[in-house]
């Protein structure tokens, strides 16, 4: 399977504990996203890198939220001190750079994210 | 802000049918539309996009129809089937798709047998 892969696919924690978050491109692909996605809503944007460099961050992403992409490859993202409101679907999204004419982005399955 | 306002919220319709999803955006900067089908406990999947320098465009039994001046596009499935049972959302955003996504909030379409 060459998709967007994540893991955890399911985690629960509890109020107060760190999580993090893995997600693996479709291979090549220099764009990749972190998106939120809540019960009966549409995925909200959180963050974005191009190969290393994080380009932009949503409001959406407080500093309990971190975001790595250390070689350009795979992304974690690290929720610390969790509260119940963090609780959502996690998605990962890539899109490459080259070749294109507009910037289809790839979603993986999600890490679904539980604080109890 | 809502960006983009999409309509409606859930839908039934017969097999066969032609299920129409609407959406309405406010950035007259947006210049790409894509739509994404998700089932349960699935990430969204890419059906098909439209930039504003057409009016429509066809992929199988997937139409968009666009109307740049009413800032309105929507999503048209053709011979619907039980299959075609998802959550549907679109979404929009600026420089070709280059900058992220700004999602509706989706509609919840049921196709009965």
């Known amino acids: 399977d060459t998709g967007v892969s994540q893991d955890p696919r399911h985690k629960i924690t509890k109020r107060g504990q760190n999580v993090t978050f893995r997600c693996d491109p479709i291979s090549e692909h220099n764009r990749l996203y972190w998106y939120r996605q809540t019960l009966g809503q549409g995925p909200e944007f959180l963050t974005y890198?191009?190969?290393?460099?994080?380009?932009?961050k949503s409001r959406l992403l407080s500093d309990r939220f971190s975001a790595e992409r250390p070689k350009g490859s795979f992304s974690t993202l690290e929720i610390q001190r969790t509260e119940q409101g963090d609780s959502a679907m996690y998605l990962c999204?890539?899109?490459?750079?080259?070749?294109?004419?507009?910037?289809?982005?790839?979603f993986g399955p999600g890490t679904r994210l539980t604080v109890l | 802000q809502q960006q983009v306002k999409q309509s409606p919220q859930s839908l039934i319709v017969q097999k066969g049918g032609i299920p129409i999803i609407n959406c309405a955006y406010e950035n007259t900067a947006f210049d790409y539309f894509p739509w994404y089908q998700q089932f349960p406990g699935k990430g969204p999947a890419l059906l098909i996009a439209?930039?504003?320098?057409?009016s429509e465009k066809k992929e199988g039994r997937f139409t968009i129809s666009f109307n740049k001046s009413a800032k309105q596009f929507s999503l048209h499935i053709m011979d619907s089937q039980p299959g075609d049972s998802a959550t549907y959302f679109c979404a929009a955003s600026k420089n070709s798709g280059y900058s992220t996504l700004t999602f509706g909030k989706g509609t919840m379409l049921l196709v009965s047998p």
């Open positions: 999204a890539s899109s490459s750079l080259t070749g294109t004419s507009y910037n289809e982005q790839f």
């Open positions: 439209i930039r504003p320098d057409v």
């Open positions: 890198f191009q190969n290393e460099a994080q380009l932009e």
